[in-house]
């Protein structure tokens, strides 16, 4: 038995199952899989394992409804009061949402409701941008006028991971449904839970049945079954690069369209002209929040040498009093890893990181913790650009801090991993902001700031950070054809073959 009085939501489900054409349904074959609750490591629930044949039935029932075109063909208007009712939806039961996501991935309750709020907040925008979008149409005078005719695609498979499962889903769903495909979502089969609420929210906002569908199970089950399903033309995916690798292999033979958001080794680089305070604040926030299962972390902190021990000394001590807890609680920074396979991947990482760097916070479990996967706020200095806590993705509360002399070094040491999404930049000197940003080899960077998001720019990664980047309207590009129509105003313009004499 686990030593704490875990919080259990009332009403929770008996089994948490398929989405199909608008009703709950069990796995053909009934196969099921466990659900852990992070904080005991109990399974708390059994979740219906998809197979082929699940994921073919959904597919088959989004492709019959997006022929059927009452969505595909909806007026943007009548899709955007939809999706608006949908973020409104969100919103009023956004206690609730966040409370089943903090409960199934340990998250802290507070962050869960930020992440709520989030979600609706996708929707919104998407709603905005739909009756708001513009396409090119070109004159060619006396001759021609050609327009795109933008359209949704089909069935767009979405597969997403487990660290904000709610919030991620949104980012995929928001744009699919808002273009006017029908969907089939594979959920992270360690975080299940809060996915079947958007079956009901869906229902009460309109959108038809058959547009939504969700599959849950293991990933090279259900998810496998979706990327080779042959009418699936597009697969977004937000995952590990590992991951990303293989269905991009696997889409191949289909010649799919893809997106893929991948893991990250993001660098703070913090230089001795930058506002202290608000660096260690900042970089504190960007590793340790979400438990660090975050895909754009500040997991590395590379740090001008002049301010190096001072920075180290005090980012130490503000780590140590990171307040690790109970998810449920609201004076929680920190709760407990996803999984126990998750926390021994990153518990493994902080053993290596004893011998690869020097540990100056955490690098155990809390006090009064003993079961379940918490873990402190991890802190490593003098780490080694070759370390594997310096090169290799945790997505833990694990920090690496190194020096740095000039700036050279700095934006060599932040190019030095496979990784590319995103990078923080710390300085005020505006020269160097600017050309630094501008040569770091990531797909988003932040001057000054934390990761705050606007929903407008482009969101994603280069090197083995992703493929693609979604975001703004760069979203409405992945999931629409942009046809091109040619009409002729003039004389019929070509020379004639086969000409009577
Ligand atoms: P994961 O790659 O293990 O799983 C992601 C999803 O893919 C799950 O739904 C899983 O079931 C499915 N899957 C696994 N194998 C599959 C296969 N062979 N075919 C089809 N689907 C398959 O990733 P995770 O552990 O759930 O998530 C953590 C990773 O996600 C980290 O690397 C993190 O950086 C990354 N991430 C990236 C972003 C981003 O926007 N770049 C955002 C969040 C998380």
């Excluded at 809060?194 to 199970?217: D, Q, T, Y």
């Excluded at 797909?443 to 720019?457: A, C, H, K, Q």
């Amino acid at each position: 038995m686990a030593q704490y009085e875990t919080h259990t939501p009332a009403e929770l489900p008996e089994l948490i199952r398929h989405y199909i054409d608008g009703e709950f349904v069990d796995s053909a074959d009934g196969t099921t899989f466990d659900v852990i609750n992070p904080v005991t490591n109990e399974t708390y629930i059994q979740a219906s394992a998809g197979q082929k044949e699940d994921v073919d039935r959904a597919v088959q029932v989004a492709k019959r409804t997006f022929q059927e075109g009452s969505w595909s063909q909806a007026l943007p208007r009548e899709r955007s009061k939809v999706l608006h009712r949908i973020a409104d939806l969100v919103e009023t039961r956004g206690d609730r949402l966040a409370e089943l996501e903090s409960f199934d991935t340990g998250l802290p309750i507070t962050q869960a409701l930020g992440q709520a709020r989030r979600a609706a907040e996708n929707f919104r925008f998407f709603a905005d941008l739909i009756v708001a979008i513009a396409d090119d149409t070109y004159k060619v005078p006396g001759r021609q006028i050609n327009y795109v005719n933008r359209k949704p695609i089909g069935v767009a498979g979405l597969i997403t991971p487990w660290n904000t499962p709610f919030m991620l889903e949104s980012w995929k769903l928001g744009p699919a449904l808002a273009t006017g495909n029908s969907v089939v979502l594979k959920p992270a089969e360690f975080t299940p839970l809060s996915a079947g609420l958007w079956a009901g929210i869906f229902e009460e906002a309109g959108l038809p049945r058959g547009v939504f569908n969700l599959v849950n199970g293991i990933g090279e089950e259900a998810g496998d079954a979706l990327v080779k399903h042959p009418e699936v033309p597009l697969i977004s995916f937000t995952g590990e690069s590992s991951t990303g690798q293989l269905i991009f292999a696997n889409s191949a033979p289909y010649l799919k369209g893809l997106s893929m958001e991948l893991g990250g080794k993001s660098p703070a680089i913090v230089f001795a002209d930058a506002d202290l305070e608000a660096a260690i604040n900042a970089t504190i926030f960007g590793v340790f929040s979400l438990n660090g299962e975050r895909c754009t972390a500040g997991s590395r902190i590379l740090v001008e040498r002049s301010i190096y021990d001072e920075f180290v000394e005090r980012y130490a001590a503000q780590a140590k009093r990171v307040k690790v807890g109970l998810p449920h609680e609201p004076t929680t920074e920190v709760g407990a890893l996803v999984h126990p396979e998750h926390f021994e991947k990153v518990m493994s990482y902080v053993e290596k990181g004893k011998s690869e760097g020097r540990l100056v916070a955490g690098g155990d479990r809390p006090e009064g913790y003993e079961t379940g996967n918490f873990i402190t706020p991890t802190v490593f200095a003098d780490v080694a650009p070759d370390a594997s806590i310096f090169q290799e993705e945790i997505f833990g509360p694990v920090v690496a801090i190194t020096p740095f002399d000039t700036e050279d070094e700095a934006l060599e040491l932040a190019n030095n991993t496979k990784y590319g999404l995103a990078a923080y930049v710390w300085t005020n000197d505006l020269k160097r902001s600017h050309n630094f940003a501008q040569a770091v080899e990531a797909g988003m960077v932040w001057l000054n700031s934390n990761n705050v998001r606007d929903l407008r720019t482009p969101f994603g990664g280069v090197k083995a950070s992703g493929l693609g980047h979604e975001g703004g309207y760069r979203s409405i590009d992945f999931y629409t054809d942009q046809q091109a129509i040619h009409i002729n105003l003039g004389e019929v313009h070509n020379p004639v073959f086969g000409k009577a004499d």
